[in-house]
């Protein structure tokens, strides 16, 4: 079974950067993409960036495109969510996520319902 851990969340001043580490273990062989998705209180949990686990093919939300960078250590099985320029709307729980369906595409990317493994999430807050 895949398992997924989160780490790298705090309070942090607007305008400031945040790296967010995802840890997979566990059933490691298969996986082949990977997503972060964040919730603020009050709000669905929505989409943020996706990348292909082998081939490194990213893609981003509207909000945080040109902010956010998704990178993974293929060797380490480690993905993360580089944040840059932060804003106050940024502020919420960040997870990763690993899909049903490994080789998913389209638009079922951004679904949260697509995913079913997930790790515990990270607070990150951004506030002067």
């Known amino acids: 079974q895949l398992q997924l851990a989160e780490s790298g969340g705090g309070l942090v001043q607007p305008g400031d950067s945040r790296r967010l580490i995802c840890t997979a273990s566990?059933?490691?062989?298969?996986?082949?993409?990977m997503a972060w998705f964040r919730q603020a209180p009050g709000k669905e949990r929505e989409f943020v960036a996706g990348?292909?686990?082998?081939?490194?093919?990213?893609l981003y939300a509207d909000p945080v495109k040109g902010r956010f960078t998704i990178s993974r250590d293929f060797a380490k099985n480690i993905m993360y969510l580089q944040m840059d320029s932060l804003k106050s709307e940024d502020t919420a729980v960040y997870y990763c996520?690993?899909?049903?369906?490994?080789?998913?595409?389209?638009?079922?990317?951004?679904?949260?319902?697509?995913?079913?493994?997930w790790g515990q999430g990270t607070q990150v807050t951004v506030s002067s």
């Open positions: 996520a690993s899909p049903i369906v490994q080789r998913i595409d389209g638009s079922d990317r951004y679904r949260a319902a697509n995913y079913d493994t």
């Open positions: 566990g059933r490691i062989i298969g996986i082949w993409y």
């Open positions: 990348i292909n686990w082998s081939g490194g093919v990213t």
